[in-house]
C-alpha cells in the first residue's frame, strides 16, 4: 500500500498536525511500511462477522444524577497557556 | 538495617512498619537513598516527589504512633512509584511529552486515591514512552531508561520506568497502563511480575487517554503475592468510569493458593513458535515442564486469528488515540506554540508540530489515515472484525482451558537505538501480548529464568475476571522455578 505525499498532506490537514517536508516524507514511508504489513487483515473472509468495538458488553450504564460539587473555576484555568480572569485565551478565530 | 530494605518485597515492608521495626519514614528514607545512588544510570523517574514523599511518610507514622491507622490503611508506609500517565493531583503529570511537560493535575485518578488510601507513599512518577506509545521507555520526551540487567539495554515500554524502578530496588510497588502490553512486555524485560487486569475492573478515572477500549491500570510488583495485594487495592467498581465493572470487592492476597494440580493450560502456537527467539523459546518450554510438574496439564492449542492481531491493533489503537489526542490543542491546559500565528487554526498546527513527538505524531496520522473517508472499511472497520474473531477463539479455548500460556515478549531486552529508526520492527515486540488487549481478558507476565544474562517473562492469560486462577498458577509457578536472581546494578558500584 503506497501512500503519496497528498495523502500525508491531506491527512496531517485533517489531524491538525503541521509537517516539516522531511517529516512527511519519512511518514509517508513509514505509513506505507505498516499499511503494507496491515494488509493480511484483508485477506480474511469476515463476512457475516459483526465488528467489536468495545471488549466488554455494555449498553447504556447509568447512574444516579446526583448533584455534586464541581472544580473550582481557578482550577480549571489554571493549566492555561493563557488565560484572562476565568476565560481561555484563544488567537483569532475568524 | 535501612540498607537492606530496597529489594524487601512491599508485604514484608508493610509488615516491618506495622510491627513498628521500622518507621514509614525510615522506609521511605531508604528508597530515597537507593534512587539517589542508582538513578543516574537507570533514569526510571521523570518527576521524582521526595519532600512530599517524607512529609507523607512522617504523617503516617504520626497516626501510627497515635494508633489512629486506619483500617483501610492496609499498607501504611509501603512507598510506590506511580507511572506518569496517571493524574496526581498538584504533582506534575507529563505523559512522558512536552506538550504536558508542566501539567499540573487538579484531581487525582481513582488508581491514585486508592493506593493513596492503603497508606502507600508515592516516590515520584515513572518514566514511560509518550503518551504511553511505544515497547521501549526511548519515545520519552525526558529520555530514555536503562535496564537494570543491563544498561546498554530498554527496560521495555511503555511502562518501562516503573519496570525499571522495581528491578533496581527504587520502589517495590510501582503502577502501570497496559493498552497492548506496556506493563507485561517491561515487566518481562526487567525481571519482575505485572499484570492488565480485565478490562473494566480498575478504573481508569484520571488515567489519560491513549486507545480507551485498550486500556487498563495494573501492577507491577517483585513477587506475585506483593501482586495480588496491590491489584486488591486499585481493583473495584468507580461510577466516575461508566466501563467499570459492576464486581463485589475481592480479596487476591487472602484467597491466593498454589493448589493448581488438575487445572489445564493451553500453550498458544501462534506465539510460542515462528519469530520467537530461540533463547526465550527454550526457558519458556522449562517453565511448561515446570507447570506439568505441578500437576497442569500443558497441551499446544492453536488460535488463528492471533496472526492478525498484531495488524489489527496497529489500525485500532491508533485510530482510537488519533480521536483522543484531539484534546491537546494548546487551549484549556499544556504547552502552546511561541510562534507567531494568524489564527487559531495555525496555533493547533504549531502547538500540536512542537508539543508531540514522531511516534506519537506517527500514530496520530495512521489512526486519522485509518478513519479517513474511503480507508475507512478496508481498514479501520476490518481490523474490528478481527477483534471479534480474537475473541471468539479465546471464547473456544476457555470450553478446554481454564489458562493460555506464552512467553511475553519475542526476545529478550534489546540494545537502546535498535529500533528506533525501524517503528515496525517496534511494533512485532508487542506480538505476544496484544491479543489479550483486543479481548479484554487478564493475563499476568511473570519471570521464568534467564537467557543470555537477560530476564524472559512467561505470560498466563485467563477468562474475563479469572485474576485469582491467573495469580494461583503464577505463584505456583514462581514458588517452584524459584527464579531469584537480581540485576547487577543491584550490587554494582559506580559505573568504571
Known amino acids: 500500500m503506497a501512500v503519496s505525499i497528498e495523502d500525508v498532506e491531506h491527512v496531517a490537514k485533517l489531524a491538525r498536525l503541521h509537517l516539516t517536508g522531511e517529516e512527511k516524507e519519512t511518514i509517508r514511508r513509514q505509513l506505507s511500511d505498516v499499511l503494507e504489513h496491515a494488509r493480511v487483515i484483508s485477506e480474511v473472509d469476515t463476512s457475516g462477522v459483526p465488528p467489536t468495538s468495545h471488549a466488554l458488553p455494555l449498553v447504556n450504564v447509568y447512574r444516579e444524577d446526583e448533584a455534586r460539587p464541581s472544580l473550582d473555576p481557578d482550577e480549571v484555568v489554571s493549566n492555561a497557556a493563557w488565560a484572562v480572569e476565568h476565560s481561555f485565551k484563544v488567537p483569532r478565530i475568524l | ?496
Open chain 2, 1 to 496: 538495617m535501612s540498607a537492606d530494605i530496597p529489594y524487601k518485597d512491599a508485604l514484608s515492608i508493610a509488615a516491618l512498619i506495622r510491627e513498628r521495626e521500622i518507621s514509614a519514614l525510615e522506609a521511605t528514607e531508604a528508597f530515597l537513598a537507593r534512587i539517589e545512588e542508582v538513578e543516574p544510570r537507570v533514569h526510571a523517574y521523570i518527576n521524582l516527589a521526595a519532600e512530599r514523599a517524607r512529609d507523607s511518610a512522617a504523617g503516617i507514622d504520626r497516626m501510627l504512633q497515635k494508633g489512629q491507622a486506619l483500617l483501610q490503611h492496609r499498607y501504611a508506609g509501603v512507598p510506590i512509584a506511580i507511572k506518569d500517565v496517571l493524574s496526581t493531583k498538584g504533582f506534575t503529570t507529563t505523559c512522558g511529552s512536552r506538550i504536558l511537560e508542566n501539567f499540573v493535575p487538579v484531581y487525582d485518578a481513582t488508581a491514585v486515591e486508592r493506593v493513596s488510601e492503603a497508606g502507600t507513599v508515592m516516590l515520584g512518577k515513572a518514566n514511560m514512552d509518550e503518551f504511553a506509545m511505544g515497547s521501549s521507555t526511548e519515545n520519552s520526551y525526558f529520555g530514555p531508561t536503562s535496564n537494570p540487567w543491563d544498561l546498554e539495554r530498554v527496560p521495555g515500554g511503555s511502562s518501562g520506568g516503573s519496570a525499571a524502578a522495581v528491578a533496581a530496588g527504587e520502589a517495590p510497588w510501582a503502577l502501570g497502563s497496559d493498552t497492548g502490553g506496556s506493563i507485561r512486555q517491561p515487566a518481562a524485560l526487567c525481571g519482575i511480575v505485572g499484570m492488565k487486569p480485565t478490562y473494566g475492573l480498575v478504573s481508569r478515572y484520571g488515567l489519560v487517554a491513549f486507545a480507551s477500549s485498550l486500556d487498563q491500570v495494573g501492577p507491577m510488583t517483585l513477587n506475585v503475592p506483593d501482586c495480588a495485594a496491590l491489584l486488591g487495592v486499585i481493583a473495584g467498581h468507580d461510577p466516575r468510569d461508566s466501563t467499570s465493572i459492576q464486581q463485589p470487592p475481592m480479596d487476591y492476597l487472602g484467597s491466593l493458593s498454589s493448589e493448581v494440580r488438575g487445572m489445564k493450560a493451553g500453550v498458544v502456537r501462534e506465539l510460542s513458535s515462528e519469530g520467537i527467539e530461540p533463547g526465550v523459546l527454550d526457558s519458556f518450554k522449562r517453565a511448561v515442564e515446570v507447570l506439568e510438574g505441578l500437576g497442569v496439564s500443558c497441551e499446544e492449542v492453536s488460535l488463528p486469528s492471533f496472526s492478525y492481531g498484531l495488524s489489527a491493533y496497529y489500525l485500532i489503537a491508533p485510530a482510537e488515540a488519533s480521536s483522543n489526542l484531539a484534546r491537546f490543542d494548546g487551549v484549556r491546559y499544556g504547552f502552546r506554540t511561541d510562534a507567531e500565528v494568524d489564527d487559531i487554526w495555525e496555533m493547533y498546527d504549531r502547538t500540536r508540530a512542537e508539543g508531540f513527538g514522531p511516534e506519537v505524531k506517527r500514530r496520530i496520522m495512521l489512526g486519522t489515515y485509518a478513519l479517513s473517508a474511503g480507508y475507512y472499511d478496508a481498514y479501520y472497520a476490518q481490523a474490528q472484525k478481527i477483534r471479534t474473531l480474537i475473541v471468539r477463539d479465546y471464547g473456544r479455548a476457555w470450553e478446554s482451558y481454564d489458562v493460555l500460556v506464552s512467553p511475553t515478549s519475542p526476545s529478550v531486552a534489546f540494545r537502546l537505538g535498535e529500533k528506533t529508526a525501524d517503528p515496525l520492527s517496534m511494533y512485532l515486540s508487542d506480538i505476544c501480548t496484544i491479543p489479550v488487549n483486543l479481548a479484554g481478558i487478564p493475563a499476568l507476565s511473570l519471570p521464568c529464568g534467564l537467557s543470555e544474562g537477560l530476564p524472559v517473562g512467561f505470560q498466563v492469560m485467563g477468562p474475563p475476571l479469572a485474576e485469582q486462577k491467573l495469580l494461583d498458577i503464577a505463584y505456583a509457578l514462581e514458588q517452584a522455578l524459584g527464579f531469584d536472581a537480581l540485576p547487577p546494578v543491584a550490587s554494582a558500584g559506580e559505573v568504571a
